[in-house]
């Protein structure tokens, strides 16, 4: 492909490694040309977490590993002109913004131009009569009864594009949707139309490949024996190639484990999308319904056909809540009769607790399937001994009460089945979700540069 634009991913989730940027930037430096790194480390609760935090203390509530993630190769992008674009300004973009700037100072770069996007918190007050009426009636009642935590509406692309091209190094976000850390670099670049929907729609689908980081690169991939993965511990995370015409090409650092093939590919195509003629994002309905993947060998493999229509007319906003408090407790049963003696202990925590609601869990009996009501199909072994895990927790809005099921299972050392051991008990904050979609005219996203003489 000719015209070629570079955007590689040094993260999937917050918490993901921090030792993948390395070979991405080492990569996208050999190569030349015009290239970006972005890094995905916001999911919903995340960012929940991130304002709870910053509640705590009005400096925090960005993404804890910055350092790690940034440190490394701050310096290289800075200098080889490859722009850093990250969510990971999560509830406080400013006080990532200000970090990174006293990075970059003790780094020797001085004055590098530093973006914040704005506009998708809607906590505010003056929101709140505005979510209440975007909402259903029952989940209107549940925020009325509820301790607003945060609202976050999902932005698009747009304002990265625009501090991009007003010449930022580093741009920091909030709650974007995760493929428009890609759109607005490549918006940027090729300096297209916003309603030139089938090329925003490929950036937006480039984007979406690109956003679990190795999770295309054969990471969630990987099943030994029956799709193998070659050197997955040290796996390469992924860059797409993106020509002018929308055509894109997904890869990996050389000398890096893992693959990229057309089955990774295509197991991340069709990724959290329900409807694949309508994936609905802020900047696009993209339809890949169309799409073709050809396996170029490798560890390339081109995509083409995405097509684009006009963008939805409402953004999608995740409205936190407090939940109460989530208690957890697990004890080991082991040997002969595991599971019966785990059953008894399940029944015994039921007859001391039996004014709380509870999900029980056999975890090591096809726990995974039960619902929150721990309803499900368990399965014994066929062996003659097991190894069986017994999981309880409730939700409460009173912190006693859900505090009685640690001490419960606890107290099953002694005064339970026999057997039982290796017992951990967790009591923290919960948060539920409400969703909503509000008009994007009432949205006004904008981005701002980093003063760095707050620094002083």
């Known amino acids: 492909m000719t015209n ?9 989730f917050s918490g993901d490694r921090t030792d993948v940027a390395r070979p991405l930037v080492d990569e996208l430096l050999r190569s030349g040309g015009p290239a970006c790194l972005i890094f995905e480390s916001l999911a919903e609760r995340t960012l929940a977490l991130a304002q709870l935090e910053r509640h705590q203390n009005p400096a925090l509530g960005y993404e804890p590993l910055l350092l790690e993630m940034l440190e490394p190769i701050l310096v290289d992008c800075i200098k080889g002109g490859i722009p850093i674009v990250g ?58 009864q509820s301790t607003l935590v945060s609202a976050n509406v999902y932005l698009g692309g ?26 607005g670099p490549l918006m940027a670049h090729f ?23 190795a999770q295309i690169t054969g990471g969630y991939f990987a099943d030994p024996g029956v799709k193998d993965v070659p050197h997955l511990a040290q796996v390469g995370f992924p860059i797409v190639e993106f020509n002018a015409q929308g055509k894109m090409c997904i890869t990996k650092p050389s ?52 097509i684009g229509h006009h963008k939805p007319g409402t953004l999608k906003a995740n409205i936190c809540i407090n939940g109460g408090w989530l208690s957890e407790a697990e004890i080991s049963y082991a040997g002969f009769h595991a599971y019966e003696r785990a059953q008894l ?16 869990d056999y975890i090591g009996s096809s726990s995974v399937f039960s619902s929150d009501s721990g309803k499900g199909p368990q399965f014994k072994s ?33 005064c339970g089945p026999a057997g039982g051991g290796g017992v951990r008990t ?26 760095t003489k707050a620094l002083v």
């Open 345 to 360: 202990a399940a029944q015994i925590i039921r007859e001391r607790l039996n004014d709380l609601v509870l999900r029980i």
């Open 87 to 144: 969510n990971f300004g999560a509830a406080n973009p400013e006080g990532a913004a200000r970090f990174i700037a006293k990075l970059a100072q003790e780094k020797g770069l001085q004055n590098i131009k530093i973006a914040i996007v704005k506009g998708d918190d809607v906590s505010a007050p003056k929101f709140h009569s505005q979510l209440e009426s975007f909402l259903s009636s029952s989940d209107r009642e549940t925020l009325t």
């Open 158 to 183: 747009q304002e990265i594009a625009q501090a991009l091209h007003a010449g930022a190094q580093v741009v920091i976000t909030g709650r974007v949707a995760d493929p428009a850390l890609t759109v």
């Open 426 to 451: 967790s009591l923290k904050p919960r948060l539920n979700t409400l969703v909503c979609f509000i008009p994007r005219d009432l949205i006004h996203a904008s981005y701002e540069f980093f003063d």
């Open 382 to 414: 066929s062996m003659g001994f097991e190894d069986i895990r017994l999981r309880v927790s409730t939700a409460n809005q009173d912190k006693h009460q859900a505090m009685r099921v640690c001490r419960e299972v606890t107290a099953l050392y002694t």
């Open 191 to 213: 300096k297209k139309e916003w309603d030139d929907w089938n090329f925003v729609a490929a950036a937006t689908i480039a984007g979406h490949l690109l956003e679990c980081g």
């Open 255 to 306: 000398n890096t484990g893992g693959l990229v093939s057309r089955m990774t590919v295509t197991e991340q195509l069709l990724y959290e999308i329900h409807d694949p003629a309508q994936y609905l994002t802020p900047d696009v309905v993209a339809d890949i319904s169309r799409v073709e993947l050809h396996d170029l060998g490798g560890d390339r493999v081109e995509l083409t056909g995405v």
């Open 4 to 12: 070629i634009y570079r955007i590689a991913c040094a993260a999937g």
